[in-house]
């Protein structure tokens, strides 16, 4: 037995997943990009979080009118956190009060429904740099944030490999790039720029 976890990941041209003064979606959702939310959010899977996506979207889901929401709410739902405690004031949700990668890598060969999370920035950092993301899909909006940009999930982390299994234009404008990441190993020879040979 065992299972997928897959890294979902919103962010403008720059790499970063939100930014101060900047409405939701950087202000370029669009049906496409609402349809794809449905589909993803339609299908049998586990939502793994943090604690504070956790608390944002336990908010969200209650402030906010989106079409997929509903999906979310009644999914399970998995956190992480040392300070939660149940009740969670989100239906569904378990907390988990261990380190993220061992859990995780415990719950991938223990369990086999997918497992998705989406944000978490510390966590999927983390999950990545072990080596146990199976899918990273980064949903790129064509905005540069510039300095107000803050949450850049792949700044400063593990260096990946990724492998392209698809690529989506939503909307026209909006670039959904779903990769198979590899901790990035040794370079193989013959690779990239080779120098002249010397006379």
Not at 28 to 36: L, N, S
Not at 85 to 112: F, I, Y
Not at 124 to 146: H, K, S
Request: glycine share 10%; proline share 5%; net charge negative.
């Amino acid at each position: 037995m065992s299972t997928t976890f897959t890294v979902d990941f919103f962010c403008s041209v720059d790499g970063y997943g939100s930014a101060t003064g900047w409405p939701g979606y950087w202000g370029k959702e669009g049906p496409e990009v609402r349809e794809d939310r449905v589909r993803t959010f339609a299908q049998d899977q586990v939502l793994v979080f943090g604690a504070t996506t956790f608390r944002l979207f336990r908010d969200f889901v209650v402030e906010y009118d989106e079409p997929y929401y509903a999906s979310m709410n009644e999914l399970p739902k998995i956190v992480f956190s040392s300070t939660l405690e149940e009740p969670l004031g989100w239906q569904n949700s378990t907390v988990l009060n261990e380190d993220a990668v061992v859990a995780v890598e415990r719950l991938k060969r223990t369990t086999d429904v997918p497992m998705r999370s989406h944000g978490s920035i510390s966590l999927n950092r983390a999950l990545l740099a072990a080596g146990l993301v199976d899918r990273l899909e980064i949903m790129m909006f064509p905005a540069v944030t510039g300095r107000a940009g803050e949450a850049a999930l792949l700044h400063g982390g593990a260096e990946l490999d990724l492998e392209l299994v698809e690529s989506t234009v939503l909307d026209g404008r909006t670039q959904k790039l779903v990769y198979v990441p590899h901790l990035h190993g040794e370079i193989p020879e013959g690779v990239g720029p080779q120098r002249r040979n010397a006379v």
